[in-house]
């Protein structure tokens, strides 16, 4: 046994435990104050013009689906190589997802099979952010625009991307919404939760924000602080809305949170330059996208591949590391590989991009409490690991 290294830990600080201390001393600890000033920092921080919090990435995803009426008949565009969230969302509507394929040697969605894909009952297509590396979101809406569908709704699961950059300003505002996770793994946690960021009343409708907020809370007009106001008990139920609003303890974590978020980032980038710096001579080794022009990660996982590998071979790599006490993962399994998607009839053989991302990769650890000698400690195992295999 070696040092104990886990795989993903919250970075949980007295700021968080101290803001979420004064929102139970408060007598006020649902939706709230505190989650009016997360969608605020939220709004700053992606320059958007409007943020919600919900309780999750799903929630908010679903959410959109669900306030754009997007139902059985509709087609609804995604990828294979994503957590099932993205897709189980499509599925909760009535609707068999339209899956692509990613690009040959990328996570990411394959654009010219978007378009392929894409028919006149296609309402949605939601790309994914994979890993903190945004999609390429012009490359996207230029296509759209190319073939005359601009009606075409693009919800990005941006799960991954908080605090990513797509040429020079951060991820949510790119496509019509973006979707984030802050989840206990995530860069920026509230425990779970998720938040929407967006800039227009899309498609027509006037007040988009309300109805989120209205939707997210049963479709009641009024929301619970409101409505809890002495003499104000009086309210509607306006739609079959969800019960999926922040509380204003989770929001309490995220506002304690992004006050210190860019070091967050910086911290996660220094680890990805160790990891980098001791990979970058192995032939073997295929190393993350991290930096370019266009496009800054905001360095969420570390997904490295390993050349010529096959699944056994990189399971064998996952086995040596956790008999040394070093927790790998790997990010993800492609969904036609998972049984609700082998019973709707998906086969792995129809996305051959997808697969051969997935047979040699291991997500290795990166976090804002990994201490920088672990991390240059944890990687020489890996790479041990990998050469006593080859």
Not at 6 to 21: H, R, W
Not at 168 to 183: A, E, I, L
Not at 242 to 250: E, Q
Not at 288 to 311: A, M, V
């Amino acid at each position: 046994m070696g040092k104990k290294i886990p795989f993903s830990p919250p970075d949980i600080t007295k700021d968080e435990i101290n803001e979420v201390v004064k929102v139970l001393e408060s007598g006020w600890i649902t939706s709230g104050p505190k989650v009016l000033e997360f969608e605020e920092a939220m709004k700053k921080f992606c320059e958007a013009n409007y943020a919600v919090a919900v309780n999750s990435a799903t929630a908010g995803m679903e959410l959109l689906l669900k306030v754009f009426d997007i139902k059985e008949g509709d087609e609804v565009i995604t990828t294979t190589y994503t957590y099932a969230a993205t897709a189980n969302v499509i599925v909760h509507r009535g609707i068999k997802p339209t899956f692509v394929d990613v690009e040959k040697d990328s996570f990411l969605i394959d654009i010219d099979a978007v378009e392929k894909a894409i028919t006149p009952r296609t309402k949605v297509i939601m790309p994914v952010d994979y890993a903190g590396v945004p999609v390429d979101y012009d490359k996207l809406k230029n296509m759209l625009k190319r073939i005359g569908r601009e009606d075409i709704i693009t919800i990005c699961d941006s799960a991954h991307s908080y605090g990513a950059k797509y040429k020079g300003k951060r991820v949510g505002t790119q496509c019509d919404f973006h979707v984030f996770s802050f989840h206990a793994v995530k860069n920026l946690t509230t425990a779970e939760g998720g938040g929407i960021t967006f800039n227009n009343n899309i498609k027509g409708k006037e007040e988009l924000l309300r109805e989120l907020k209205v939707t997210a809370l049963h479709g009641q007009t009024k929301d619970a602080l409101s409505k809890m106001k002495a003499g104000a008990w009086q309210y509607d139920i306006i739609t079959d809305g969800f019960k999926c609003n922040m509380t204003d303890i989770m929001a309490a974590i995220g506002v304690a949170q992004m006050k210190r978020y860019e070091e967050m980032l910086d911290y996660r980038k220094q680890i990805f330059e160790i990891y980098n710096n001791n990979l970058k001579d192995k032939e073997w080794a295929i190393v993350p996208f991290t930096k370019d022009d266009i496009e800054e990660s905001c360095y969420h996982l570390f997904p490295l591949r390993i050349k010529g590998f096959e699944e056994k071979d990189r399971n064998k790599v996952i086995e040596k590391l956790a008999e040394k006490d070093i927790a790998t993962n790997v990010h993800f399994m492609p969904l036609p590989m998972l049984t609700l998607y082998k019973n709707l009839g998906y086969k792995i053989e129809d996305y051959p991009n997808a697969y051969n991302q997935y047979k040699n990769e291991i997500s290795l650890p990166v976090y804002s409490i990994l201490p920088l000698e672990d991390a240059d400690y944890l990687v020489k195992e890996v790479i041990k690991a990998v050469e006593e295999i080859i």
